[in-house]
């Protein structure tokens, strides 16, 4: 009896590390699935097929796999996705003012034809911000005629004196305007342009005092004047960058193509005189170069969008101009 029990004692141990048993069959019925501890019957319903036996793989298996797909895509070429870069303005390298200095050169013609080489051509560039190809048309015969170049034919540019004292009176608007605003206004970009040395107010009362001592009736101010006093009165309150694109434009217009006008006016209606809109203290290239740098540093601050506009500004302002210069030979 005891040897018995020592028996099936063994006989559970043994069974213990032993896997369970399963009885599959061929129809529906019972199978016994037992255990060293407890046992517990289930119910299958079998289809005639062969069983499907489910095992896990091994871990390293796995990882040799993983490895083996990695080694073979680090073998393949890796494409970098290029960055594309936005293509610059010209001028832009070097400022806002050599910008806009493209931009008259820009609006310019050669015998009826625009200048295509110098063109802006950016595809983020806001089709609201540049001119339109009336406007060129338009600047670009204020350019031929006016202050920004003088380089019409000489024979279809007949000054009159009456015509010639609307045009400083309309100019003195403008200059008298332009200086009153910096010196008044409370904006810290403007009080980087006061006392340039290139002020044309008082010269212009001092020349229009000139012309009415000898009986000349000096007029009033035209609409040409008026209508741009009133864009930059609005223009200075509402943005600093732009009202500043015309304040440069105005001064380096009057430089660059003012010395054409008064040459040919001083030949033609004053017998060589000289008048003191054409006179500066000092080196008036210096001082507007002192102007440029400014500029140019504010408009480092400037967004992209921001520097657009001012180019817009800038060819509003020659055709504003334009309508002035045209005055002279009314």
């Known amino acids: 009896m005891m040897r018995l ?33 407890f046992s517990f019957q289930t119910q299958y319903l079998t289809l005639n097929k062969p069983p499907t036996i489910l095992r896990c793989s091994n871990s390293s298996t796995i990882s040799s796999t993983t490895n083996g797909n990695n080694n073979n895509m680090a073998g393949l070429p ?37 200048v295509s080489s110098d063109t802006v051509s950016d595809s983020e560039t806001d089709t609201e911000n540049t001119p339109s190809d009336q406007e060129k048309e338009e600047d670009s015969e204020t350019l031929k005629s006016g202050e920004n170049g003088g380089d019409g034919e000489a024979e ?20 008298n305007t332009i200086e009153r605003i910096v010196d008044e206004s409370d904006d810290v970009a403007y009080a980087y342009f006061r006392k340039t040395g290139l002020e044309r107010s008082a010269g212009l ?34 943005s600093a960058p732009l009202f500043l694109s015309h304040f440069y434009n105005i001064y380096f217009s009057h430089i660059a193509g003012g010395q054409v006008i008064a ?10 005189t000289e008048l003191e809109f054409y006179k500066w203290e000092g080196d008036v290239q210096e001082s507007l170069k002192d102007v440029r740098k400014n500029l140019n540093m504010l408009g480092e601050h400037w967004s992209r969008d921001d520097r ?19 005055l002279i030979i009314l």
């Open 5 to 37: 029990s020592c028996f099936c004692q063994h006989l559970s141990m043994d069974s213990a590390f032993k896997s369970p048993l399963f009885h599959p069959t061929t129809s529906f019925s019972r199978s016994q699935v037992s255990f060293p501890f």
């Open 263 to 272: 040459r040919k006016v001083s030949d033609q209606l004053l017998k060589g």
């Open 308 to 326: 657009n506009k001012c180019l817009k500004e800038a060819a509003k302002s020659f055709k504003f101009l334009g309508q002035i210069v045209r």
């Open 205 to 238: 009362s001092k020349d229009l005092e000139w012309f009415s001592q000898r009986g000349l009736v000096v007029p009033e101010t035209s609409n040409p004047g008026v209508s741009y006093v009133n864009y930059l009165e609005e223009l200075a309150e509402k």
């Open 156 to 175: 279809t540019w007949s000054p009159t004196m009456e015509g010639f004292l609307k045009y400083l009176v309309d100019s003195k608007f403008v200059f």
């Open 78 to 114: 890796v494409k970098k996705k290029r960055k594309r870069y936005r293509k610059q303005y010209p001028g832009e390298n070097e400022g806002i003012t050599e910008e806009m200095r493209f931009v008259a050169m820009r609006l310019r013609n050669i015998k009826g034809k625009k």
